[in-house]
């Protein structure tokens, strides 16, 4: 089978230096414009141009606060990826639509998949609903004819499940350690599972580009392992 590659944009600055992950708490917490001299969306153009290199397409969430430049939107559109909305605001349904009109009116194309900005108990910037609720999310996005939902629970073994037009997987293959069972699901056990089955492989790009070794093996998984996106 092969890999859905979720890319979530959770940073518009980045994490390093210290001045960036500043201006990504600032944007998040409150408001700062879009400065691509500053490094706006740097580790997810770098992501994305190694997977259009590779020619494995994507779903990319976006948050209020990371919404592509033109120059991303270029890039989404050469490889074939996926836009999604990376829900913040889900205190309810019509906060949720907001949100997801709010996204296409920027991009001017239908969304029709969405994952939720993180999994419960921390509170991630001024508009974000800490609460994890996929029940209602995935309820949500049928009601919004959207085709995927990815969740974030944290055991990949979790099969895809449907309803109706609605297609969810409910966990994914977190590639970042501390959100994955690393004696239990190696890098090596999605090589050899996706081949078997669909599944999710989550990574968030300015995690990724700030360790050697999960670039290594981000490069490593993209070149060995199809991926596809769900339309």
């Not at 909305?85 to 639509?97: D, I, K, P």
């Not at 949100?99 to 998949?113: A, M, N, P, T, V």
């Not at 969810?168 to 690393?182: G, I, K, Q, V, Y």
Request: proline fraction near 5%.
């Amino acid at each position: 089978m092969s890999l859905i590659i979720r890319i979530d944009v959770d940073r518009p600055y980045g994490r390093q230096p210290f001045y960036r992950h500043l201006l990504s708490k600032l944007s998040s917490d409150l408001y700062f414009p879009k400065f691509e001299r500053f490094g706006y969306l740097d580790e997810l153009r770098t992501m994305l141009q190694w997977l259009n290199h590779a020619g494995a397409p994507a779903h990319v969430f976006f948050r209020r606060c990371t919404f592509p430049s033109a120059e991303i939107v270029e890039l989404l559109n050469e490889g074939g990826h996926e836009i999604g909305l990376h829900l913040e605001n889900s205190r309810s349904f019509a906060m949720f639509t907001a949100e997801k009109r709010f996204l296409e009116r920027h991009c001017s194309r239908e969304i029709l998949s969405m994952s939720k900005h993180g999994s419960g108990g921390a509170k991630y910037g001024f508009h974000h609903y800490a609460p994890y609720e996929p029940e209602r999310y995935m309820q949500w996005a049928g009601q919004a004819s959207m085709r995927l939902f990815l969740g974030n629970l944290e055991d990949p073994t979790i099969e895809a499940i449907r309803l109706g037009k609605l297609l969810a997987f409910p966990s994914a293959f977190w590639l970042e350690p501390a959100w994955r069972d690393t004696a239990k699901f190696p890098v090596q056990w999605l090589i050899e599972h996706a081949g078997e089955r669909e599944i999710v492989l989550l990574v968030h790009p300015e995690n990724v580009l700030a360790d050697s070794q999960l670039t290594a093996q981000f490069k490593a998984l993209i070149g060995a392992v199809r991926s596809i996106t769900i339309q």
